[in-house]
């Protein structure tokens, strides 16, 4: 490999923090794709961000494109030679326009007739040509959720390009971007560094940013703030509480990070931990410090984008707004919890939920009934019962509350707390938390049983009101979240085991909307479509836990709608068709299905059969039908498979030495029928028709 570098600084005005992520990998993606369209050779392809440029590095860069040797056809040969045999306009033609000379044609036969080729030999372009030309491309393609045109200019960003740095090696690579200067001329720190840097080459452009208060490389940036930040907690003998996704955010909010730590007043710490935490988090994007058994302490550490000068300013300065905060949250709490809970029930009759489906207390009586439906289903008991009732009377309370309403990422848990503070059980008050658990992929999950059902009933509500109203997710689009309420309802009921029929709580949800709002919709249609919109997060999710896709079409294809009944018949299919292999049975069972679609009933009359075959298989599937039964009973999937295997070599004999479309029509449809158990008892299993070989 080559020691060429290619450098691109896209330099932009303050970039949000959540689309830089996205950003890169669509900057690497779009590189790579087009490198190898254009048979450009690289090492490797590296990208870095700050708020406010988005950088590719490109390293191991071949000096131009790969050699290419095409064969080009050409006219007939009858147009492209006279009778004597010498080139005619039509040849010289495509030899001048391919740049061929005569010896570089060939002959050749396609299609019945003989046709000239042209051996032709493609020169590389040079590499900063090929950059040159396609940069600009590469730029344009990147999108972002929300973009914007700035300065008379048909681009669209994030945010306005202020300036592009196209470097290859010590040379500018220069090309036009409707305008924008394109050079070698960065800048450092917005307040620290330089406006006007002028860069000699792409080696020297890490260490010239950092002299000027820019670290380029996210990762060195992540280190300093998570290093620094326990660093400092640990001083005050305590621990950095560190959130993951907060560490990234702050991580592209700063170029030159250095951590601080302040001090939050004691006053403040008799607050709920939560209405202390979320205005730090949310809001100010400062970490809190705990002690060893994960208590509050009255520190919190920020980062500065800047370096060490005026730190106890900047600390006293961030100290003052987040007591502004405290004392807001502060305030809000005290006048919330003079009164109970349950007395702000009420007011949720004056906030809509959704046009059609009513207010948010509306959906409180929906869920409640909901609830009670699917407790009486699983057969909690009935203390249980009484803390679902009740908790899900209160489950949306605190959104009417003054907290709420300035710390909306409060919801549930300061309904949790102010739930505590009326007297109510700690399993009713968790449970107002948990309704909205898991709130995103690899959240935690309900750990009550109360919690868990008011969780799938708030779920399963919205669901079944949008697709009873039209408003389903299409493509990127899905404004309730119902995708993602879809995969909590499921996450709940794999990780508690629990015995529920999507089918039928889906009939409760949509019942309970005819009882309360008299809803009209077409039921048969929307309750089919909700069982197929489960069944697409069903086959993704254990997808992505590594069962194939044909056993996840096969056991979807039972037609039974336990979820955690599925996933179990999954589990051990996926055990046992990569152990055991079943190659030989497929074809078997599918002449099976196949031929089964034919039959009238299931019913088969021992005195109608007459030949020994089917007699044998007739005799074998009554020796296993038991079995197969009593292992499903047990959940013991595989087990019941093996069962039913035996019947691979009656089965064979029966094909082979029975005729079963016979024209007397009695011992046909017997045949038939016989046919048919079998395979409704191997659809009780599996569909091994959507197994592949």
């Not at 003079?338 to 939920?353: A, C, G, M, S, T």
């Not at 948990?434 to 959240?443: A, M």
């Not at 005819?514 to 909700?530: A, R, S």
């Not at 094909?655 to 046909?668: L, P, Q």
Request: hydrophobic share 40%; glycine share 6%; proline share 3%.
């Amino acid at each position: 490999m080559t020691d060429n570098k290619y450098l691109l600084e896209i330099g932009v005005e303050e970039l949000p923090a959540r689309f830089i992520d996205d950003a890169l990998e669509q900057l690497r993606n779009n590189t790579e794709k087009t490198l190898e369209e254009k048979r450009i050779i690289f090492e490797n392809i590296e990208t870095y961000a700050t708020p406010r440029r988005l950088v590719l590095v490109i390293k191991g860069l071949a000096e131009k494109q790969k050699t290419i040797y095409q064969k080009v056809k050409g006219p007939a040969k009858r147009i492209a030679y006279d009778n004597e045999g010498n080139p005619t306009k039509a040849l010289k033609g495509f030899m001048r326009g391919q740049g061929v000379d005569i010896d570089q044609i060939t002959l050749q036969e396609y299609k019945g007739e003989i046709y000239v080729y042209a051996n032709v030999k493609k020169e590389g372009k040079v590499t900063e040509d090929v950059l040159s030309e396609n940069m600009p491309n590469i730029i344009r393609s990147i999108v972002f959720p929300k973009s914007m045109k700035w300065g008379g200019k048909n681009i669209r960003f994030a945010r306005p390009i202020r300036w592009i740095v196209s470097i290859y090696n010590n040379k500018v690579v220069p090309f036009d971007l409707e305008g924008i200067k394109v050079g070698n001329v960065t800048r450092g720190h917005r307040f620290l560094g330089s406006s006007y840097i002028e860069l000699n080459s792409v080696d020297e452009y890490f260490d010239v940013l950092e002299k000027n208060y820019v670290i380029v490389d996210q990762n060195k940036r992540r280190d300093i703030i998570k290093y620094g930040s326990k660093r400092l907690a640990k001083e005050k003998g305590g621990n950095l509480l560190l959130d993951p996704e907060l560490l990234e955010e702050v991580t592209y909010l700063v170029e030159y990070p250095t951590p601080l730590i302040g001090r939050i007043a004691e006053e403040y710490l008799e607050l709920p931990v939560d209405v202390i935490i979320t205005p730090m988090k949310e809001h100010l994007r400062y970490f809190p410090v705990v002690d060893d058994s994960g208590r509050l302490l009255p520190y919190f550490i920020t980062v500065r984008n800047g370096n060490e000068e005026y730190l106890d300013i900047v600390r006293k300065g961030n100290e003052k707004v987040l007591e502004a905060r405290l004392e807001d949250a502060k305030f809000f709490y005290y006048e919330d919890i003079k009164n109970p809970l349950e007395n702000y029930v009420d007011e949720l009759k004056n906030i809509i939920f959704q046009e059609k489906l009513g207010t948010l207390y509306d959906k409180t009586i929906r869920v409640q009934k909901l609830a009670d439906k699917i407790g009486d289903y699983l057969e909690v008991g009935q203390e249980t019962k009484n803390n679902i009732n009740r908790a899900a009377y209160l489950s949306k309370a605190d959104l009417v509350t003054k907290m709420v309403d300035e710390f909306t990422e409060l919801q549930g848990r300061i309904g949790m707390e102010y739930a505590k503070q009326s007297g109510e059980n700690e399993i009713v008050s968790l449970a107002i938390y948990e309704q909205y658990l898991p709130r995103f992929s690899g959240d935690q999950l309900p750990t009550t049983t109360a919690g868990a059902i008011l969780s799938i009933a708030d779920k399963l509500d919205t669901i079944a009101g949008c697709f009873a109203i039209e408003i389903q997710p299409t493509g990127s689009q899905d404004p309730y979240g119902l995708r993602r309420q879809a995969l909590g309802i499921i996450n709940i009921i794999l990780d508690r085991k629990l015995d529920l029929n999507l089918d039928d709580i889906i009939d409760f949800a949509l019942y309970i909307y005819v009882e309360e709002n008299g809803l009209v919709f077409d039921y048969k249609t929307v309750k089919q479509e909700i069982l197929e919109f489960f069944n697409g997060r069903i086959k993704n999710m254990f997808n992505d836990m590594g069962i194939r896709y044909d056993i996840i079409d096969g056991v979807i294809a039972t037609g039974i709608n336990n979820i955690y009944d599925l996933k179990l018949r999954a589990d051990k299919l996926n055990t046992y068709i990569e152990s055991e292999g079943l190659e030989d049975v497929l074809t078997t069972f599918n002449r099976v299905a196949n031929l089964a679609k034919n039959a009238s009933s299931t019913e088969v009359k021992r005195d109608l059969l007459v030949k020994e075959e089917e007699i044998e298989l007739y005799e074998a599937f009554n020796n296993i039908e038991d079995k197969v039964i009593n292992w499903l009973n047990k959940k013991e999937y595989d087990k019941a498979l093996e069962q039913f295997i035996l019947l691979k070599e009656p089965v064979d004999n029966f094909f082979d030495n029975v005729m079963v479309m016979v024209d007397d029509e009695k011992v046909r449809e017997n045949r038939l029928n016989l046919l048919a158990k079998i395979s409704e008892t191997m659809l009780m299993i599996c569909d091994l028709s959507k197994i592949v070989k």
